[in-house]
């Protein structure tokens, strides 16, 4: 799974724009929206992490990677 922080995705219009730019470059990828923590997660079936940093790049945002497995495993460690 990818995540990217994406600052100036701000509303539903923007989640959509984002989701369909990733859907057009792999159409059977997973797309995930925060907009309170402004996180796009993405589970790809075609194309790598730069390609879908692109795609959201050249929908007009800016994609900053993020580890998506460090918000996955916070909850998990029970401690």
Do not use: W
């Not at 995705?9 to 369909?20: L, V």
């Not at 998506?68 to 495993?73: E, G, H, L, R």
Request: aromatic content about 2%; hydrophobic content about 40%.
């Amino acid at each position: 799974m990818l995540a990217f922080q994406v600052n100036d995705m701000t509303c539903g219009h923007c989640a959509s724009t984002i989701t369909r730019a990733v859907k057009n470059a792999d159409k059977d990828a997973k797309v995930t929206i925060d907009l309170a923590t402004h996180r796009v997660t993405v589970e790809p079936t075609e194309i790598d992490g730069q390609q879908i940093r692109n795609a959201i790049a050249e929908a007009g945002y800016t994609p900053v990677p993020v580890e998506a497995s460090a918000s996955a495993t916070a909850g998990a460690a029970g401690t």
